[in-house]
């Protein structure tokens, strides 16, 4: 790697589990190779973070900024509006930034049901009068207050522009390391692009393939599948048709059917359309209505099995917009 | 009213804040921990075919998604009415004692350790995991390094993955052990064990030796007479990952010992309307606001009450630090919330023995790690401990096996209420006639991070990380002090 002047790089974390996180410091003894192109100007979860030393930067300063975890309050909004300023580029980092992630499933109901299911249908919870977390609160002493959350949880590019995209979720260490080289290298992607291959998690997948002749599609805890053969061809709704490359066909080599955390390649516009259609192709029947049927009874949960990690970001969006939302 | 407001990050991550009221005179009327974070699990996992469960909750917490993931995964079983066979739940133990050392060998020497291996006046920028390998030496540092790398690597090889395993199912596991990955998995452990006895030398040394920090330890400002909840096997000995709940009085007295699946009739969760986050009491003794003693129904599920809950440890070394323990201490059950740290030490050296005796089973490579349910699915509750608590995930299902009711209580929630009690009497302790004594800030930190919270799991930020503001204005909200640490 060329020795140059040493970059600015930037962590954050929005509404993320940590994992994201976590998968970056997994790049282990790495990140001293990091520390020797970047200086790192903003990691919270790992050095200092300052918010304010943000806000006086110049804009543009920053070089990299990895930006992990969805939008669902102002306060991450303002972060995603702040560094999108500061940086030159600008990376969704994981699924969640990237499009929405399992906690994107949220956006499948609004604030109210959400609220109505954890403080009062929920049961162990003892609430006879009702209470629901407020804005503002008297209490003896005094108010206090709670940020108000967005009835939707955003994608890191429904809210700024994003130049590149990381992802899995969380992203592979080995794939991360290959994005920095990219970005070390100056050997990036055009602006909008996912850092990642353009093949399919079948292109990794050790299993053997025959053909795909399925007449029923089974749940994990139907069948017990043997360890050698392609999970889609014992009728287990494998994802690895539809999802990009990148982690080394990690779920199906323990035999679990790939979810899908990679998301899509390169043109597909939504990953739902993508995986039916693969599956559709692999069903035993040239009759639409018998294809129709066999996913139907197979596929109990459409809407969480073929968005369950992009729903946010998709094309249904979210079930309905609540007008008064923040 | 003068109102001290300590506000972690708010600014940062918005996962938590805490506001400190003085009265007329200056000294603490009230405080509150609020959790301004909810992302609504219990919710959309309503709809989703049920065994998604153990891959959907993980992402919960990317920290602890183990946690999550077997939870699920048991909570399958009895929904399915399952047993699965000896070999699936000794992998799954296994796999659960080497998350149980690796993510409390983060907390010991990345988190919560270094407030005592560096000191709590030590400034801010030592107390951290570089302060730590500057005071211990760098071999300590590879070393604590090392066992993190070699449990992510196991983790990854049983589970799949790093983070976010894809693993288990009701009636087992997808995917069993070689001889030679059994081999590899036992000698790591070995290796792990030499790992805990060390790391509780280094305890003794630092922490036990040195009488400024037994004092802290054992002082009045840390201390709350609670229950103690805590899993427990046949022996009543401490146990991760299946077992009964016991739950033990302010005197150690058994106050229940319950089957997960009974958790209603012990737990309820109460609804504040500053906080998203609720606050699990025990049901039969009943909620008496935030105060200690038998008469409230407040408990706290941490490696120390695990320790109170419990008769001993499952394994010989454990066992004799678990004596120990108590010793020292004066005798069970002990109160001391800073003791949660040794505590932690001791649950380490158990989750390190049990990974060494779980592999060194031949019976563990077999090829039985997993039976088919044969009757529908119902309604199942799954539990296990996680580092930060007994964690609970119930979920009932129509027919077809598609969720239509989730309820989770999570390790850190059972702990929301003592960490509020704790962060209240650290700062009546340090707050006395409207004057901020030094190092508050620093004290109040240690009070929470004793517990490891993990609200949305961000606020697993390092020691002295997190930004925390204390601001005292007088009764016309004028400002009159201002302490700070990472935020301006
Ligand atoms: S992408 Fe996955 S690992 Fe990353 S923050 Fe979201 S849920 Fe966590
Ligand atoms: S469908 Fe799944 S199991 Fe089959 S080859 Fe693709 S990734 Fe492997
Ligand atoms: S196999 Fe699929 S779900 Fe598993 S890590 Fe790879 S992309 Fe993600
Ligand atoms: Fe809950
Ligand atoms: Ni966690």
Redesign the interface.
Known sequence: MIAQNKGKLAVYWAASCGGCEIAILAIDEKILDVSKHFDIVFWPCATDGKVRDVEKMADGSIDVCLFNGGIRTSEQEYMARLLRRKSKVLVAFGSCASEGCIPGLANLSNRKEIFHTVYHETPSTENPKGVEPQHVTDVPEGKLYLPVFYDTLFTLDQVVDVDYYLPGCPPEAERIWDAITAILENKLPPKGAVIGANTTVCDECPRKRTEKKIRKFYRTWEIIPDEETCLLEQGLVCAGVATRAGCGAKCPKVNSPCIGCYGVNDGVVDFGARLMSALASVIDSDAPEEIDRIIREGIPDPAGTFYRFSLAHSLLRRKKKVPDEE | ?K?VSIDPI?????HGKI?I?LDEQGNV??A?L?I?????F???C????V??MP??TS?????C?EAHHMAASKA?DAL?HVDPPDTAKKLRELFYSIFFATDHTTHFYALGGPDFVVGPEAPKAERNILGVVQKVGLEIGGKV?KMR?VG?HLI?M???????P??G???GI??GITEEQRKEIEAAGREAIEFAKFSLQLFDKLVLQNSEYVDLVTGDVYVHKTYSMGMVDGNNHVNFYDGMIRVVGPDGSEHAKYHPAD??EY??????????L?F?YL?KVG?KGFVDGPESGIYRATPLSRLNAADGMATPLAQKEYQRFYEVLGGKPVHHTLATHWARLIELLFATERWVELASDPKITGRDF?V??KEKPTEGVGCVEAPRGTLTH?YATDE???VV?A?L?VGTTNNNAPICMSVQRAAQKLIRNGELREGLLNKVEMAFRAYDPCF???T???PG?M?LEVRIRDPLGNLLHRLRQ???
């Not at chain 2, 049983?158 to 976010?164: A, T």
């Open positions: 009213m109102r708010t600014r940062l991550e918005g506001d009221f009327a009230n509150y609020q301004p974070e909810l992302r609504g219990e919710r959309f309503v709809g989703r075919p065994e998604e891959n959907l992402r919960i917490c990317g920290v998604p399958l399915f390094i790398h992510h990854q049983m589970g799949g993955r790093r983070v976010h894809n693993w199912l009701p009636g997808s995917h958790y209603r737990i309820a969760e109460r609804v504040e309307p500053w906080s998203y609720k699990p049901k909620w997993r088919l349910p119930h077809r096996g598609l009711k309820n209580i949305g799991c961000a697993h930020s390092l990380q930004p990472n935020i301006d």
